[in-house]
């Protein structure tokens, strides 16, 4: 029966024993698991910071690019006013000159076929004169 228990005893240990390393082995593993968990959580930290340092950049090169335009498009508005201006000024000239070149014709017509109307065509002007 000695004997036995001797066997019983030594047979434990070693089973203690292997227990013991597979235990602490299972806690290696388990701090090196928590220690890349945590690498990847700052990682993807990283990631997302840079992500949004990268949003706000885009968002005020599209606030300035969007100001551009609209100075731009100001500046076409208002050259677009000052060339209509111009054409209608233009226009307004060209108009009177025509009134007063068909005035002077008026006159004209009236001065030399003295009261004889006169429409102003060549067959109506070649009997009056």
């Known amino acids: 029966m000695n004997n036995e228990l001797r066997k019983s005893i030594s047979k434990s240990r070693p089973r203690t024993r292997e227990e013991e390393e597979k235990t602490k082995s299972c806690l290696r593993y388990q701090r090196e698991e928590a220690n890349i968990q945590a690498w990847v959580n700052l990682q993807n930290a990283k990631a997302e910071a840079k992500s949004r340092k990268l949003e706000v950049k885009v968002q005020k090169m599209r606030s300035n690019l969007e100001e551009k335009l609209m100075k731009r498009m100001a ?25 007063e070149q068909s005035g002077k014709m008026m006159s004209r017509n009236t001065m030399h076929f003295s009261g004889h109307k006169s429409c102003g065509c060549f067959p109506c002007n070649d009997n009056h004169i």
Request: net charge positive; charged share 30%; glycine share 0%.
């Open 75 to 99: 500046v076409v508005h208002r050259k677009a006013e000052e060339l209509r201006a111009a054409a209608q000024l233009q226009h307004l000239e060209q108009i009177q000159k025509v009134c």
